[in-house]
């Protein structure tokens, strides 16, 4: 056939049309929700950089969860930020620890009515800010710091996450830790591996919100952004290793990478929105640049597009309600 007779056009005439056929839907169920917890806070702090997420304090941390859930939120990811740091992050290995006492009140708080998904890396905890254990020289000592993973990952399930998040990008993290996780008891708890971290310029904003000390950069340990083999040799390890779910971040930049992971792995595929891409969509909207709703819903549909069944994203609870609105 020819013009006229082909008309696309047709299935976009109304929005009712527009929904019917529409390829790519995001559920609030996919979204999962970062959340920062400081110790000694009595109220929440804002982020400058992130405008409307906050640093929690306890309280406000488990009244923020409970939304979440009745948002239809799928899950949640805990960062802690405490007080003080050493050289060795033992914060993040002390069952007293910030994130592992907010891992208690949420799990006392919500149960099983979310995932309940923790930070496994030691950056927060760290007076350096790196993701592991300096050696004598100063360069991130790769196997004593799965040690430590290991260490901090069964304190974290013990405190009651469903789901550990490795993503401090230490060769044979995922292996270590489910060794350490099974021997411990926690035979049922799942692993969402940071498969592909890359070492990119987007992640100044979640600087700020864990207060970070890191001088210098990541490079030696987080992916080169060029790299496409090395990110899907990364995976094919850490699902060998035995992760459950396996995740790409940043998101909007590596869309590509995303996809190739999808079309190769039998895993659940997440992917990261991070504080930068944040930052930038708030900016732009703030400054009347961008329509701020419909980028939010714009950038989550193009990454679950890519094939992420699964979104980390600020934006989770305000994006279920958008998406419950429109459907």
Known sequence: MS?????????RHTPAMRRLVEETRVAPAQLILPMFVKEGLTVPRPI?????VVQHSRDSLRKAVVEAVQA???????????ETRDETGSGGLDP??????????VRAEVGDATVIMSDVCLDEFTSHGHCGLLAADGTVDNDATLE????MAVAQADAGAHVLGPSGMMDGQVGVIRKALDAAGHTDRS?????????????????EAVE????GDRRTYQQNPANLRESMREVALDVAEGADMVMVKPALPYLDVITRIADTVDVPVAAYQISGEYAM???????????????????????????AQLILTYWAVEAATLLRARY
């Open 148 to 151: 430590a993973y290991a260490q």
């Open 72 to 82: 239809g939120v799928g899950g949640v990811m805990l960062f802690g930020v405490p």
């Open 191 to 207: 692993i969402l591996a940071y498969a592909v971290k890359y070492a990119s310029s987007f992640y100044g904003p979640f600087r």
């Open 3 to 11: 013009f006229p007779d082909i008309r696309p056009r047709r299935l």
């Open 48 to 52: 400058t950089s992130m405008p409307g």
């Open 281 to 307: 969509v708030e900016a732009a909207a703030a400054n009347g640049w961008i329509n701020r709703e419909a980028a939010i819903l714009e950038t989550l549909t193009s990454i679950h597009r890519a094939g």
């Open 96 to 105: 007293n620890g910030i994130l592992n006492v907010a891992l208690r009140d």
């Open 212 to 215: 970070s000390a890191l001088e």
